[in-house]
């Protein structure tokens, strides 16, 4: 930081009573979604300077951040085109990574020794906004110091008019946990490429905006991802491998297999070790700047299961240990199947689901430290352990549905928590039901093929 920049948490702060009275109007509860409103047009920079990116890129884990053309894998599994799907009638581009209502209000921006750039999903391209290297400024508009030698920043913004005409006010929320689900999938992908990184919540918003010239009324910065060499070459992956590293090589084969299970799920058991074995994957550590001070405890997330067909655990609510990895059972809680409301569509998909994985963070010790600011920053955190679960889950052969429509009051009942905590988002898990959605694979090379 600089002598001069003003001191986190950088905006005007109201100690969490602003995030309060939204959460209690808005964030608390899903409302009814118009998935028919209008859509804005993809955001692009017509005027800009496009780089055309390796087209099939390949579904490999590696980068290099010297050039354009180092970079088109990482950016295309972690947000591009990467199937068609043809369902109900219709087409659509899929991506390989779920958004609520299939809004998409993220972009993609990333600073690099070769200039400051958009990336352009369809057209697998990048856009310069700018040659200079603007990674120093960006840097010295985070609270943390990134990682030693930054080779790449990525910097991830929401667009309001991509999901609040669907969502409504529920649309803010919706956008911390898209941005969470976007920043899960550069950390898994960069980690697998052996870079060091560091995800940045705490950071002057404003000044961001203004390097990538955005109007902070439609578009603004929501996290970045400093990143130091990664590799360029994909690990080779043995078919069968009891190698840990193995795990991480796989990622681009998970990434580009997941989906929601919209056709919902076979009602049928899922082996525990399944289970734990998603819930694990997801507990590891976030490497970020979230610290909630004296109350590092509370920054944590707490993960729950909501078994329903898990086989050697009777259907209950399970908390899982931080410590131990262990699923004890929450006594006096609710019927667990009061968690969607009753007649929806949630219900159903809940009934057919082996088992509810519930992500648990805590609002009022965080609004202490953090103000306001924290109600994005725990939700960031839900939407990167959310992705962790889906990916899991497909790598586990299993399907998963990331849902918001859970009833508050009675999940929060269930989990039977500590007061404060609460339910920020449920993920559904369970055998895909039939052979899951038909999809057409955009990505052909390496690993994907
Ligand atoms: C934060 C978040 C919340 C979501 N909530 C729901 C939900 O409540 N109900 C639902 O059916 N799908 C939900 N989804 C799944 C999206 O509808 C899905 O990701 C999107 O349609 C794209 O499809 P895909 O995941 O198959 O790529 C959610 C996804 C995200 C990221």
């Given amino acids: ?56 890129p390949r579904a490999s884990a590696g980068f290099r951040a010297e050039t354009p053309d180092g970079l088109g894998d990482l950016l295309a599994l972690t947000y591009g085109v990467t199937r068609i799907d043809w369902s109900g009638g219709g087409v659509r581009a899929g991506r390989p990574l779920p958004s609520g209502g299939a809004a998409y209000p993220g972009e993609l921006y990333l600073a690099a020794g070769f200039g400051l750039c958009h990336y352009l999903p369809s057209a697998h391209a990048l856009e310069r906004l700018e040659r200079a290297d603007a990674r120093r400024r960006i840097a010295e508009a985070l609270e943390a110091q990134p990682v030693e030698r930054t080779e790449l920043i990525l910097l991830l913004t929401s667009r309001h008019e991509a999901n609040l005409p669907a969502f409504g006010g529920f649309g803010h929320k919706m956008q911390a946990l898209d941005t969470g689900v976007m920043a899960g999938q550069a950390l898994s992908l960069i980690e697998a490429a052996g870079a060091e990184l560091r995800v940045h919540t705490r950071f002057d918003e404003a000044r961001l905006n203004e390097i990538l010239g955005l109007d902070p009324r439609a578009e603004s910065v929501r996290a970045v991802i400093t990143a130091g060499r990664g590799r360029d070459e994909p690990i080779a ?46 507990a590891g550590e976030i490497p970020s700047d979230i610290r909630a001070g004296h109350g590092t405890e509370f920054a944590s997330l707490d993960l729950y299961c909501v078994a329903n067909r898990v086989d050697g655990l009777e259907p209950a609510c399970y908390r899982r240990s931080p410590t131990t990895g262990a699923l004890g059972r929450v006594r006096e809680t609710v019927d667990p199947r009061t968690l969607f409301p009753c007649g929806g569509d949630g219900e159903l998909a809940g009934f057919q689901a082996a088992c509810a994985l519930l992500i648990v963070g805590d609002y009022e010790h965080g609004y202490r430290v953090h103000g306001d600011r924290w109600y994005r920053m725990l939700n ?27 009833q508050v009051k009675v999940a929060d ?22 052979v899951g959605r038909p999809g057409h694979r955009l990505l052909l090379g390496g690993y994907g093929s």
């Avoid at 009942?413 to 039939?434: D, F, K, M, N, Q």
Wanted: glycine share 10%.
């Fill in 237 to 282: 992956v043995p078919a069968f491998s009891t190698d840990p590293g193995a795990s991480h090589a796989g990622l681009p084969r998970r990434i580009m297999s997941r989906h929601t299970a919209a056709d919902g799920f076979e009602a049928v058991s899922v082996p525990l070790p399944r289970v734990q074995e998603i819930l694990d994957a997801a």
């Fill in 1 to 56: 930081m600089t002598a001069s920049a003003p001191a986190y948490p950088y905006t005007p702060e109201t100690g969490g009573t602003a995030a309060r009275l939204y959460h209690a109007e808005y964030g608390s509860r899903m409302p009814y979604v118009d998935l028919t409103a209008p859509r804005p047009e993809a955001k692009s920079y017509p005027e800009a300077e496009a780089i055309a990116l390796p087209y099939p």
């Fill in 413 to 434: 009942r269930l989990i039977h928590a500590s007061p404060g905590r609460t339910v920020l988002v449920a993920v559904l898990i369970g055998l895909e039901h039939g």
């Fill in 380 to 406: 960031l955190q839900a939407g990167i352990l959310a992705q962790r679960i889906g990916l899991a889950a497909t790598g586990a052969g299993l399907g998963s549905m990331l849902r918001c429509d859970y």
